[in-house]
């Protein structure tokens, strides 16, 4: 059980996350009263003032306690609080030949992205974060990964800043395509779900379009979303089996599966199962979206932003490549479906 002498060193790093968080979302919320819509998602906004706040600011050292624990595990419980609004009755809507598209999309993203970010020469790991944004559901796919694969909180952050700001120009030219390809609206819909990278950012490049457009847009962003539980599951299956044959060590189910991946599976199942009335399933969304822009603000204030500059331009171009594959790919998918 967590006591006093344990909770109080968390408090200043945590509330400095909790500001920081406090005036990201404020930020959101001016973007959506100006523009109609959050063009860049709030936990974006927070790990982007917490890189600012560390490069113009020598933080106290009590703050250092309570930033890595946010980083941390309050990431793990919110992710474990995205599987609460997942249900497995997604997948089965959307048919067998679209969920076997969706397949097709990510795993080709993903395994492009890790070899083009090799080509590109950047680190490992830097690339599979690059990978699975772009293959999954951007920010969270990546802040999902990134502790099982135990990636550097620069690659972290570079990975999320560079894929969330290139997403705003995927939702800004996507619906170009609609009289270049004389795309009805369920073919825009299902090719802007295979493409764009987070679930608000397919909201804003759909529902202007039409409604039918954005419900069916977010139905297939959807089902890609299930398949971030699976795939954190098999990184934290070849990385502890690849740390523990370095070292010798044996290998056991607590140490091949991370705790918060097992919750996922558990709350996915639970919601899937309708244990979980849909009320709750708001909250636990809500709460997730919170405690991931805190986890991104204690994540951008651990960071020196010179670290992030050493990779940047390489990261962006090998996510500007993936980018273009993916859109490629979603529009033979798409075509191929032979939808209305």
């Known amino acids: 059980m967590p006591t006093t002498s344990t909770i109080r060193p968390l408090i200043p790093g945590l509330l400095l996350s909790i500001a920081v968080t406090m005036v990201a979302i404020i930020i959101a919320e001016i973007e959506t009263l100006v523009i109609g819509y959050a063009l860049l998602d709030p936990l974006v906004i927070a790990i982007i003032l917490g890189l600012v706040i560390r490069a113009i600011w020598t933080l106290p050292a009590s703050t250092s306690p309570g930033i890595a624990f946010g980083a941390k595990q309050v990431l793990?419980?919110?992710?474990?609080?995205?599987?609460?609004?997942?249900?497995?009755?997604?997948?089965?809507?959307?048919?067998?030949?679209?969920?076997?598209?969706v397949l097709v999309c990510v795993g080709l993203t993903l395994g492009l992205?890790?070899?083009?970010?090799?080509?590109?020469?950047?680190?490992?790991?830097?690339?599979?974060?690059?990978?699975?944004?772009?293959a999954i559901c951007g920010n969270s796919a990546i802040a999902a990964v990134a502790p099982v694969i135990s990636a550097r909180k620069q690659d972290v952050a570079s990975a999320i800043a560079i894929t969330a700001v290139l997403g705003i120009g995927v939702v800004l030219c996507l619906p170009l395509l609609i009289p270049l390809l004389s795309l009805t609206n369920p073919e825009y819909g299902v090719i802007a779900g295979l493409s764009v990278y987070a679930v608000p950012q397919v909201l804003a490049a759909t529902f202007p379009v039409s409604a039918a457009a954005g419900q069916i847009a977010s139905l297939v962003k959807l089902t890609r979303v299930l398949l971030l539980g699976p795939v954190v599951a098999l990184f934290a299956v070849l990385y502890r089996e690849r740390d523990d044959g370095a070292n010798g060590g044996t290998l056991s189910f607590k140490k091949l599966v991370p705790w918060f991946v097992v919750g996922f599976g558990i709350a996915v199942a639970l919601r899937s199962l309708g244990v979980v009335p849909g009320w709750f399933a708001e909250i636990a969304q809500e709460s997730s979206r919170v405690l991931t822009a805190i986890a991104m603000a204690a994540l951008g204030l651990s960071v020196d932003i010179r670290s992030v500059r050493e990779t940047g331009g390489r990261a962006t171009i090998a996510v500007l490549i993936l980018t273009g594959i993916l859109v490629v790919t979603a529009i033979a998918v798409t075509l191929a479906l032979d939808l209305p």
Do not use: W, Y
């Open 113 to 134: 992205g890790v070899v083009i970010g090799r080509t590109m020469g950047l680190p490992t790991k830097l690339a599979i974060l690059i990978g699975v944004g772009n």
């Open 76 to 101: 793990e419980t919110a992710i474990v609080l995205i599987g609460f609004s997942l249900a497995l009755g997604t997948l089965i809507d959307a048919g067998p030949e679209l969920a076997a598209g």
